[in-house]
């Protein structure tokens, strides 16, 4: 079998075990429209758009997300990318045990990550913030451990959220070095809990879609609203809390990408700009890693639909 990063354009009749992660029905235009299938295959080595023409009534009704299947096809250069052409198709399995020898992880372990991001926990110096940050973490590190960070776009594979947070704290830490006036304890604090409502909008690490809370409220009510829970709960109170608070709300930066209100310390500004700018390398990572050198990717329409090109040298 071959590994969906391995397949290129030219290459015809591969055969490739996957997950399907999203299924489209559509219709071709002309006076004799038939049903075709908008499929995106994964394994955990990456993902694939394919294409199903002239699919039938039975494919269309069979052929869902979470479905492992075995495709052979042609590979195609469409849109700057690679697509496959669907020539047979067949159902694999529906079990949740073989789905997850499909998904990608995060580059490290899930453990040792969490193990980190404790250790970050324990350098916040205010009492008042170590304990609602630790009480809060504890209660989610089962679901952080294993969740996306996102449905796509940016570390969607098992254990994403966790690594995303981890990489943040890391280049947190960095900074607070470079720039000793930012107050380490909040922004540690704002990092550790500002995707935390995640495991409550998104349904799990497997195909992940959007709970009926995840699009009503979003990840960002939910986290600060399970902040201010907590700190009444545990008769926590003071500027700390709605400092806290605030970073959560603002850390998407503008009202347009979500953020009810903008940042307005310094230490919301900052996590603003480390989640940016973790979030937006690792869309760039995923867009070059089947690039060749020399060329450049299809447009990523996370990052103003602009195409970028992998330099030849080293």
């Known amino acids: ?8 354009p030219g290459d015809e009749g591969v055969l490739i075990e996957a997950l399907i992660n999203r299924v489209v029905t ?4 002309g006076a004799n429209r038939s049903t075709y299938l908008s499929i995106t295959l994964q394994d955990k080595t990456g993902t694939i758009d394919a ?16 479905c492992v299947v075995q495709v052979m096809g042609d590979i195609i250069k469409y849109n700057e990318d690679r697509q496959m052409k669907i020539i047979k198709i067949k159902i694999a399995s529906t079990d949740a045990n073989e789905q997850v020898k499909f998904l990608k992880s995060a580059p490290e372990d899930a453990g040792e990550l969490i193990k980190e991001i404790y250790g970050y926990i324990d350098q916040i110096d205010n009492q008042k913030l170590h304990q609602l940050v630790k009480t809060i973490f504890n209660r989610y590190v089962d679901k952080l451990s294993i969740y996306p960070a996102a449905s796509k776009n940016h570390h969607e594979y098992v254990s994403g959220l966790a690594y995303h947070t981890c990489s943040m704290l890391r280049i947190a830490n960095a900074i607070c070095e470079l720039y000793p006036s930012l107050n380490k304890d909040l922004l540690f604090s704002g990092i550790t809990l500002h995707d935390l409502g995640k495991t409550i909008e998104l349904s799990g690490p497997v195909v992940p879609e959007y709970t009926v809370e995840g699009k009503l409220l979003g ?3 939910i986290s600060q609203a399970i902040i201010k829970e907590t700190a ?3 008769h926590i ?5 709605v400092l806290l608070q605030h970073m959560i709300l603002a850390h998407h930066g503008k009202n347009e990408y979500g953020s009810p209100v903008l940042p307005q310390i310094k230490e919301a500004e900052v996590l603003y700009l480390i989640d940016n ?5 690792n869309m760039l990572d995923k867009a070059l890693e089947t690039v060749e050198p020399g060329s450049f990717s299809k447009r990523v329409f996370a990052l103003e639909n602009r195409a970028f090109y992998k330099p030849k040298i080293d």
């Open 1 to 8: 079998m071959n590994k969906i990063i391995e397949l290129k």
């Open 51 to 66: 294409k199903l023409w002239n699919a039938s009534n039975e494919q269309v009704e069979q052929l869902k997300a979470g």
């Open 219 to 221: 990840h960002i009510s």
């Open 277 to 281: 700018m973790d979030a937006r390398i």
């Open 237 to 241: 109170s003071g500027e700390e809390v």
């Open 232 to 234: 009444d709960e545990m």
């Open 26 to 29: 559509g219709k071709t235009n």
